[in-house]
């Protein structure tokens, strides 16, 4: 389980996060939501260690992950899909997705078979680049990539964001499925509200680098939710 507790960061003398806890368990997906600029990739930026926290804690299965760097989180199965994918272009899809390979154990290196029954396209362009394929592809890529990772917590960041209504469908597929499996926590920071509303069973809104509401998807209340998004 991921428990962050009551962290702040700063980029200089600006503060992006401000008291924010938030929580995430295997089998579940915790959706971040608020709009641009309010802190929600800062806050996945902490949890993998691109940023340091000024105060609170972050703990991942019991641990707590401050002075870790990035690579040692990747380690202890935490995978990020950044905001605008940041693949290789130069590099093959193969090779894209064997960048995943870095954390794991030489005798794990290889691409789990649910990277391409997710997303089938993958398997048919292995040879192609990276910066050949669409948006929506490069999308599917990036996810891939960090499911090659074989984590146990999955960050992902606006996944849907500039992607057509097919693949946004295919993500959401895959979003499910991997829940199903019950051993991934899975973070999925949104902007589109019903993509997030159908994936949810945690919520957290964010403004202003805080959480202003928080509920599961049993305690949800549709007025609060927008409410709190308007801010």
């Known amino acids: 389980m991921l428990s962050v507790k009551n962290i702040d960061l700063h980029y200089g003398a600006a503060q992006a996060l401000r008291g924010v ?29 691109r940023h340091a926290v000024a105060k609170g804690a972050i703990e991942w299965e019991g641990q707590d992950l401050r002075g870790l760097s990035p690579d040692r989180r990747a380690r202890r199965g935490i995978a990020y899909v950044p905001q605008g994918r940041e693949i ?23 691409i789990p078979e649910d990277v391409f029954s997710l997303f089938p396209v993958l398997e048919t362009m292995l040879r192609r680049r990276g910066g050949d394929l ?41 979003i499910a499925y991997l829940r199903g499996l019950g051993g991934i926590a899975i ?37 609060e939710l927008r409410r709190a998004l308007a801010l």
């Open 21 to 49: 806890s938030l929580s995430a368990e295997p089998g579940k997906v915790t959706c971040v939501l608020g709009r641009n600029g309010v802190g929600k990739t800062s806050l996945l930026r902490a949890i993998v260690g």
């Open 88 to 110: 290789f272009p130069l590099l093959t899809v193969q090779e894209n997705l064997e960048t995943g390979f870095a954390p794991l154990a030489r005798k794990e290196r290889s």
């Open 134 to 174: 669409s948006g929506g592809q490069q999308q599917q890529l990036a996810i891939g990539r960090a499911l090659v990772m074989r984590p146990r917590l999955l960050l992902l960041d606006e996944p849907t964001e500039g992607i057509q209504p097919s693949i946004i469908k295919d993500i959401g597929r895959a």
């Open 187 to 223: 973070i999925l920071v949104e902007q589109y509200l019903d993509f997030a509303r159908e994936l949810g069973d945690h919520f957290a809104v964010m403004d202003r680098g805080s959480v202003v509401y928080a509920a599961s998807r049993a305690e949800l209340e549709e007025g």
